[in-house]
């Protein structure tokens, strides 16, 4: 089995994450290329204080997607919590007929979707587990 693997001192790892925040009552407020641009360059460079990679961003006209990985010492919930009141603020400054969409002050929705993702599937993961200590038929001897 092989990892793409980053390093720090003391450990190695692979943290990759999916990250869904849908806009609040699922209104269309992300339909403007321009707020969907401002979106992923404030996105980009909230990354700079928490040491994010930021993998891949796509927007829907209610919802965005984003992979990331980052480091196991990643506060997750105050990394989100940035991406969220920081892009609301800044949307709702530079573009105010967002307003008129959402009818209230709040952009997104409190509830988002966060998943771990692997570079291999899960059966791929528990077999491998299963398996050690366990010679396969070329490792025996004739």
Known sequence: MNYNLD???HSVYSLNYH???????RRNALKNPD????LKRKINEIIQTFDVDVLNIECDEDHFHMIFKSNPSL???KYIN???SLTSREIRRNYPEV??????DAFWSRSYFLATTGQVT?????SY?????????SDKEI
């Open 7 to 9: 390093k720090s001192s």
């Open 122 to 126: 899960l059966d791929v993961l528990k």
């Open 75 to 77: 506060d997750i919930p």
């Open 19 to 25: 990250f869904v925040q849908c806009v609040k009552c």
């Open 99 to 104: 307003k008129e969409i959402l009818g209230k």
């Open 82 to 84: 940035s991406i969220k």
């Open 129 to 137: 587990i299963d398996n050690q200590g366990v010679k396969s038929a």
């Open 35 to 38: 707020v969907i641009d401002l």
